[in-house]
């Protein structure tokens, strides 16, 4: 579990917390350094196979009349039902060591059989399997050399996330953890598939102050760069030609560009931010505009030249939250921060049509019942026309177009409270049962977005959670054990029934963020899923990595590619039969965005974009960023600002042809 922020490391978690991976070197270190050979998940370095105790009962799914908490009527909440115990206090203790590079020897969950010897060992029960049926044979109950008993019957293994239910201890790599000092950066390598990195993305705060890689650390060299001076955060940060910050003559990022290679469409740099960093969280893009949240502010962009759209929104406080995608017609809501005395809460919303940059409704998310339900941290999900806005024990629904009130998800049952929420097509909460007692346990839900009704409802056995949701339509979750590294990727059908899990043999390593106080279930960038296939980046051990497709079907492996340069690629979006990837810069190459088939035998990478040679620097120097790609133009852009006064910082950047 994870402590609130401020708090120290509290207990096991049961994974490191990830970091950012650095810029990527031209060519992988020379043999003798890397990290030690992955050890299959069967068996520990000596090979000598794990046991197991014998099984237990899996998990079950209750169909609609499962749902105990009625839609609020007239826009009234529902009262709270049924008596559950009170959300424990954060556990104390100081953390257990992280686990090295090689897959540790795991004990067997409670859902697995006797293991047999060998790579093809029997595999635990799926706990989301029905009662009384035979255990899934699908990836993760199937052989395989990373198969681990999960919560779904399978391993997998992002960082534990903290849950609305009850806070839970930091882990070690995340915010507050020097980066190391030496080895490899990514404390989730050599873990398998189901074992991935919980916020492989965040960057490190260490005493206030955000670490981050901003290029080859040759100050001479950065010095070089066309920005020098800071800009005001309460001011656009530049004249409006697309180039910068406007206050000396811009450098052309085009000169010398090679033929073959993109244009820079246009670079700006970012806000002043205060020296212990600020959030910069999220980026949309639509027809004409891409929108970029930025400390305090909301900054507007043509695609095209980047010259600003509408001028830039300013909010008394930091920004919190925002929705991580908009709605159908280009609205979004966003969250910042109000202060009481020494209390800061995230609890303003704010409407903002993307389009033309004015503001619609706007509210106050109150705390909800008791001491532990606050908004300190929040979460914002958009499905369909519903905004729903999450507290740490509580949700409420909101028209996004009006900002109407649609009704409440509070506590229901025997003290399940909402935990977590993902949305698009569907809507996904995740909830806390039972927390502190005997009886602890998450249970996922789809909901009616209109009327937050239950459709169906599947129970986790007892210390299994929901991390992530790596898609929502197709519904792709990941959940960790409590105690000890068992993960689990497992793909639910429409009714919340097992479609199949995922059993790749490799360790995967998507971006994912720090998830704060509530379940940031939909946090992870560098995954993309279609109707019919799982798209995951391996993790990067030696020089560069691959993309695994899995089928959703079996959870099987269909085909794999590998990086075309020597650095390491992710998955961006899946779109029209094509798998859209983002191939990672170096400090003297520009990166790639490339085409793979989904569907046939040729999985060959195509290239849509080769960035300039010229601006691979700047273009590295993207520590922490969202990127996308949407008509033909690639998008990068910072996540995090760090407020250092050495150097002005970026904020984004556009490719094009």
Known sequence: MTQPPGQPPQGHSGASQPQDRPPQPVTPPAGGFGPPRIQPAHQDASGTPPQAPA????????????????????????????????????????????PGYGYPQQPAGPYAPPQQPGPYQQQPQNPYAQPGSPAQPGPYAQPGPYSQPGPYGQPGSYGQQPGYGYPQPQVPGGPGTPPPAGGSRNPFKGRPAAVVSAAAAGLLVVGGAVWAVTGSGDDQEQQK?????????????????GRGAGDEEPEDLNAGRKPGESRVLWYKSAPDAPKGGAEAPGMWVTDKTVVKPAYKQLFAYNVDDGRPTWDPISFPQQICAVTPVKSSDDKVVVAYESRNGGSTHCDQLQQIDLNTGKKGWSTKLTRGDGVFDSTVTISLTISGTTLVAGRQLSAVAYDIDTGQ??????????????????????????????????????????????????????????????????????????????????????VLDTKGGIRSQVDVKDSIEPQCGWPGLTRNLQGCSGVAADANALYLPTAVTMGANEIVAVDLDTGKEKWRVKSPTQ?????????????????????????????IESAGSSHTPVK??????????????????????????????????????????????????
């Not at 760069?225 to 030609?241: L, Q």
């Not at 390491?568 to 899946?574: E, G, H, L, N, T």
């Not at 080769?610 to 008509?631: L, M, S």
Request: net charge negative; hydrophobic share 30%.
């Open 567 to 595: 650095t390491s690629m992710q998955p961006i979006k899946a779109e029209s039969g094509k798998l859209i990837v983002y191939v990672e810069p170096s400090y003297v190459q520009g990166g790639q965005v490339v085409s």
């Open 405 to 490: 009130k649609l009704y409440d998800k509070k506590k229901y049952g025997a003290g399940c409270f909402p935990a977590g929420f993902a949305g698009s097509t569907r809507l996904i909460q995740v909830a806390s049962c039972g927390a502190g007692g005997s009886n602890e346990h998450d249970e996922v839900q789809e909901l009616d977005p209109a009327t937050g009704k239950v459709k169906w409802t599947r129970v986790l056995p007892k210390g299994w959670s929901v991390r992530r949701a790596f898609s929502v339509d197709p519904l792709v979750l990941y959940s960790t054990h409590e105690g000890d590294e068992r993960a689990n990727i497992s």
């Open 55 to 98: 099984p237990q009962d899996a998990g079950r799914t209750t169909p609609e009349q499962g749902d105990r908490t009625p839609p609020a009527q007239g826009g009234q909440a529902p009262s709270a039902q049924g008596a559950g115990p009170t959300p424990p206090a954060p556990p104390a203790g100081p953390p257990q060591p992280a």
């Open 608 to 657: 849509l974009l080769q960035n300039p040679e010229g601006t691979a620097e700047i273009e590295n120097g993207f520590f922490r960023k969202n990127i996308d790609w949407v008509g033909g133009r690639f998008f990068i852009s910072s996540a995090q600002l760090n407020g250092s006064d050495e150097a002005e910082e970026k904020l984004m950047m556009a490719f094009g042809k």
């Open 225 to 241: 760069k066309p920005v020098a001076e800071h800009s005001s955060a309460s001011a656009p940060v530049d004249p409006g030609d």
